[in-house]
């Protein structure tokens, strides 16, 4: 992993973590901070203008059924969250450097956490959306996408979630959990990814054909 910092031309931090990455990355607010997991189930949280680690768990070797798939910090970059192979979800407090909660049954390659810091956004094994709750340790049922989903962001000041998935999106409302738009792609166009735009208003998708398959708004 190189990072370049402002004022190099080129990257002027390596940081190498204990295996493969696929997709568990995160920047803190601002950037000061990113975390990192590897496919051997570590997970490292570093200062982006040292290396610095902050905190670490490490598994090496023994922990690839944990290989870490997706990581979230919290907006004020006081908790992250990972998703892993093994389906797993689980949450560190970065202050105290202990593990607040696990969950088990999840699957999909995002997670994230709510600007309260209080709910965490994942999905289930069978790829629909959850909400988990951190203070009463359960989770909030929401009704299912009309497909299976491998991500799911918080949109419009998260009052919704959008979901995506290979046969399109879902907007589900986050106060009622009910389903309130749906895009279904047309001609096998698979959707690989989503991109939100800074006010989370708007999203882009790419397809398997590398062209955007539309924006909702």
């Not at 931090?13 to 696929?22: A, Y």
């Not at 202990?98 to 699957?107: D, M, P, T, Y």
């Not at 979901?163 to 409302?173: E, F, H, R, S, Y």
């Not at 001609?187 to 939100?196: K, T």
Request: hydrophobic letters at 40%; glycine letters at 16%; one cysteine or more.
């Amino acid at each position: 992993m190189a990072i370049r910092r402002r004022g190099e031309n080129h990257p002027g931090l390596v940081l190498k973590p204990g295996g493969p990455i696929h997709g568990a990355l995160a920047l803190s607010r601002g950037g000061g901070l990113i975390a990192i997991g590897d496919m051997h189930g570590t997970i490292g949280v570093y200062r982006t203008d040292t290396g610095r680690p902050t905190f670490v768990e490490r598994q090496g070797e023994q922990g690839k059924a944990r290989g870490m798939l997706g990581a979230t910090f919290s907006p004020d970059a006081s908790t992250l969250a990972t998703i892993s192979r093994d389906g797993v979800v689980r949450v560190w407090d970065l202050v105290s450097q202990e593990r607040l909660a696990s969950w088990r049954g999840f699957g999909g390659q995002t997670v994230e956490v709510g600007t309260r810091g209080v709910q965490v956004l994942v999905l289930d094994s069978h790829g629909q959306p959850r909400l988990l709750n951190l203070a009463q340790k359960e989770a909030i049922p929401l009704n299912p996408a009309p497909m299976a989903c491998t991500h799911a962001r918080f949109v419009m000041g998260e009052s919704a979630i959008l979901c995506m998935g290979t046969d399109g999106l879902a907007l589900i409302d986050a106060t009622n959990g009910q389903c309130t738009a749906s895009f279904l792609v047309q001609g096998g166009a698979g959707l690989l990814g989503m991109v939100l735009s800074e006010d989370r208003t708007e999203a882009a998708v790419l397809t398997e054909r590398g062209l955007p398959a539309g924006l909702l708004q």
